[in-house]
C-alpha cells in the first residue's frame, strides 16, 4: 500500500504513465490499477522508476484483461522489452496476485 504523499511527491512520474496509457488506448480500469502498482512499488532510484512503471502497466493490462504485448509497453515507456520480461512476475506475485498459466 502507499500513501497519498507518494502520490503528490511522484505526480511527475504518474503522469508519464497516463500519458503512455493514453498513446496505447489502455482502459481506466487498467489504467487505475497501473498506478496502483506504481505507488505500491516504489523504487528510491529514478531510473528504476521506468521500469516498474512499464512492468506496472503491462500487468495492469493482463490482470484488467486490457493486454498490450511486452514490447510494445516497453517501447512507449523507454525500457527494453527485456526489463518488463524480467519485472513483471515478481510485480504481479508481489500484489498477491496468480501469474498466468499459458
Partial sequence: MYRARDE????A???DLERAAERLDID??????AVDL???NL????????????ASLYVAGLVENDRRS????ADE??????????RWKPLLE????DAPEW
Fill in 94 to 97: 508481489g500484489a498477491g496476485l
Fill in 43 to 54: 523504487p528510491e532510484d529514478d531510473r528504476s522508476k521506468e521500469a516498474v512503471m512499464a
Fill in 70 to 73: 511486452q514490447a510494445t509497453v
Fill in 77 to 86: 515507456l523507454g525500457v527494453s522489452r527485456l526489463t518488463v520480461q524480467q
Fill in 8 to 11: 503528490v511527491a511522484n505526480e
Fill in 28 to 33: 481506466g480500469a487498467a489504467r487505475s490499477r
Fill in 13 to 15: 512520474w504518474l503522469e
Fill in 38 to 40: 506504481f505507488l505500491s
